[in-house]
């Protein structure tokens, strides 16, 4: 083959090579663009597994929170429930019934249910607003009260005094200094009842104090009556074996 000929075909040859061989290089734009994004990819996995890791924390949490609001909720509703048993039975005899009546009819603002033996008193009878100090007309409804309790069959029974408020916070601040809440409010105005009944003879053994300040409304509507009605004290008459707080019944009441 001449000369020529030979270098012509070598110089194709070469030609093609070096063509094939930049088809299949990839540009260096490309590679800092696939770099970059790798990086993006890598980072954002990063922020995702941490936002993750928060969420778990968050729901964990929450879980934690459910477990305590539902042993809350089954606690009040024991109580309740307890309450409602308490309320279902009447353990005064009927002529004990009767004079709580006969009381009722006599007292307007005193209300008693002869079916449960729970006794309502508005708090206008019993106090001025806003105080704990009971009215000196507020005695002799006491008294009369107590006397039933200390008679016959009925001086073995049990008293559980509640304090009810309205809605309305505590705001006077002469008020405040005393109950700064209703909470304070309720539970002061339920031991002077309790303290009132003790100086007309029923034996401190015998009784109990509770408060619920304006979380168990007699009536929903926010209304001047209605919170008028809300504002009471309620006397439970209890069975002897009557426990409200895992008392031994069998102990000495003294």
């Not at 105005?189 to 007309?200: C, E, F, P, Q, T």
């Not at 168990?216 to 209304?223: I, L």
Request: charged content about 25%.
């Amino acid at each position: 083959m001449p000369l020529t000929t030979r270098l012509l075909l070598v110089g194709a040859f070469g030609l093609a090579a070096v063509s094939q061989t930049g088809c299949n290089m990839v540009p260096r734009s490309q590679v800092a663009c696939a770099q970059n994004r790798t990086r993006q990819l890598y980072e954002q996995n990063k922020a995702l597994a941490l936002e993750r890791q928060t969420l778990l924390s968050q729901v964990h949490d929450l879980q934690a929170n459910g477990d305590t609001m539902r042993a809350r909720i089954e606690n009040l509703q024991a109580e309740r429930n307890h309450f409602s048993n308490v309320k279902s039975t009447n353990p005064l005899s009927d002529s004990a019934n009767r004079q709580f009546e006969d009381l009722a009819r006599r007292y307007p603002g005193f209300d008693f249910d002869p079916t449960t033996g729970v006794s309502k008193i508005q708090n206008e009878i019993l106090f001025e607003s806003g105080s704990d100090e009971l009215r000196p007309e507020a005695a002799a409804l006491l008294r009369e009260f107590a006397g039933i309790l200390n008679a016959g069959d009925a001086a073995d029974l049990n008293v559980l005094v509640v304090g009810h408020t309205d809605d309305q916070p505590v705001v006077k601040a002469s008020t405040k200094q005393r109950h700064p809440n209703n909470w304070y409010l309720s539970a002061h105005r339920a031991i002077g009842v309790v303290d009132a009944l003790k100086k007309s003879g029923i034996k401190e053994t015998r009784m109990g104090a509770s408060e619920y300040g304006p979380h168990q409304p007699r009536v929903a509507a926010k209304t001047p009556e209605a919170r008028r009605q809300n504002r009471r004290v309620e006397i439970f008459v209890l069975a002897p074996n009557a426990s409200m707080a895992g008392w031994d019944p069998g102990t000495s009441r003294k």
